[in-house]
Nanobody
Framework: QVQLVESGGGLVQTGGSLRLSCTASGITFVIDTMAWFRQAPGKEREFVAARRWFGYEVYADSVKGRFGISGDSAKNTLDLQMNSLQSEDTAVYYC???????????????????WGQGTQVTVSS
């Protein structure tokens, strides 16, 4: 099993920045890809960004140019730097990990079998 713990959420004003962190523990050597998803009230969970260890990074169009991910496969951490935050970024942000051989795009929610508990990000105007 893999356990994921997120941290760094909070309240920020429009245009501000926040940095989220995710740390994996357990059988981490099985991890192939780590990602961030988010879920706003009344909406489905949506993809934000992903990083495949020793591979690519991919971002949702809605965050390109504003968000950046950085990770350390040795430490099993994945950070999400969020800049120029807008009210529509308000959501619970979830860290996810995939261990299986990829069967679909890294933006596909069902690809990930491990999830954190989430951290709240609120952007106020």
């Amino acid at each position: 099993q893999v356990q994921l713990v997120e941290s760094g959420g909070g309240l920020v004003q429009t245009g501000g920045s926040l940095r989220l962190s995710c740390t994996a523990s357990g059988i981490t050597f099985v991890i192939d890809t780590m990602a961030w998803f988010r879920q706003a009230p009344g909406k489905e969970r949506e993809f934000v960004a992903a990083r495949r260890w020793f591979g690519y990074e991919v971002y949702a169009d809605s965050v390109k140019g504003r968000f950046g991910i950085s990770g350390d496969s040795a430490k099993n951490t994945l950070d999400l730097q969020m800049n120029s935050l807008q009210s529509e970024d308000t959501a619970v942000y979830y860290c996810a990990a995939r261990s299986r051989t990829p069967a679909a795009a890294p933006s596909t929610r069902s690809e990930y079998e491990y999830w954190g508990q989430g951290t709240q990000v609120t952007v106020s105007s």
